[in-house]
């Protein structure tokens, strides 16, 4: 490395190490490569799964298990429920303070913010399985379609043209461009209620394995299962996936009417999200539940 270069490197690790706090510090057109790890802005994903080793040194109580499981179903639900089905699809309808709840509750996952998830989802259906799809199977491979695409420094930024219906809240462009503060939060509250043992399990191995059962969707669900309707791309229905991800497996459904709050489109298809948001509608919460066309349904 020559000296001319020396601070052109510190500059761009400074800029990064900035990104890790501060979402909007860099300009987007000096971020385009969406083919190309940011290795550097890779390191806390990195770092996240090394703390699952910490489970050999703290050990395990039914206490610390309990709560990775409930912060697991609480936030898988807050992704499939709040930033997959309200803030990318709008598929139904609530107040602008259940609106911020739900959306700290979902960045809570540590899936960046609701309106950077909105938006790259929104792109995704656009493009479902095309060359410009950056997370598709048929054209990445399964690893960079299941986590590689989000170390691409051209995938970092919001892209707020996507989402106008959302930018004009300005609490809700605060929880984008700070998305590590409900995550840093949420772990140093753990921290200090049960220590070591419960920031591991109930932050760091819970985060890891929602984030994975998340990819999923964008892996395996373009791979795995079966194809109810013709949607021009690779969606598939698949049980398991929907077991583990609360309905989210039924995605040849949802690519077939991507508007309906529900899913398992039948009574079998077993929806968990669904019966959650039924729940919140039932309470007063949210209302207009979308659901999917007649048509849909006919002759199965």
Not at 217 to 244: F, K, M, P, V, W
Request: hydrophobic share 45%; with cysteine.
């Amino acid at each position: 490395m020559t000296k001319a270069n020396i601070p052109k490197r510190i500059s761009k690790l400074l800029r990064s190490f900035v990104l890790w706090f501060d979402s909007s510090a860099v300009d987007r057109e000096q971020m385009t490569d969406t083919t190309v790890v940011d290795w550097f802005r890779v390191l806390p994903f990195v770092g996240m799964h090394l703390a699952c080793l910490g489970v050999l040194w703290v050990g395990w109580s039914w206490m610390a298990v309990g709560v990775a499981v409930s912060l697991y179903a609480v936030r898988m639900f807050a992704i499939t429920g709040f930033y997959h089905r309200y803030f990318s699809h709008r598929s139904y309808k609530t107040s602008r303070a259940a609106q911020f709840v739900f959306a700290v509750i979902g960045a809570s996952s540590a899936q960046r913010g609701p309106l950077w998830w909105a938006a790259h989802h929104r792109h995704h259906h656009r493009h479902s399985d095309t060359e410009h799809d950056v997370h598709s199977p048929r054209h990445h491979g399964f690893w960079w379609a299941h986590m590689g695409w989000i170390t691409a420094p051209g995938n970092f930024p919001t892209a707020f043209e996507r989402v106008p219906d959302l930018t004009k809240y300005p609490e809700l462009r605060f929880l984008d461009r700070f998305d590590v503060l409900v995550p840093i939060a949420l772990a140093v509250t753990l921290f200090f209620v049960g220590g070591a043992q419960l920031l591991v399990w109930g932050f760091f191995v819970s985060t890891v394995v929602l984030f994975h059962c998340t990819c999923f969707i964008n892996s395996l669900a373009h791979q795995l299962g079966t194809q109810r309707y013709e949607t021009g791309d690779d969606s598939r229905n698949s049980l398991l996936l929907a077991l583990l991800t609360f309905g989210e497996g039924w995605h040849n459904n949802h690519h077939k009417y991507p508007g309906s709050a529900r899913q398992g489109f039948f009574w079998w298809e077993i929806d968990l999200t669904y019966y959650g948001l039924a729940l919140l509608q039932r309470l007063g919460v949210i209302s207009d539940l979308r659901q999917p066309p007649a048509r849909l349904l006919d002759g199965n």
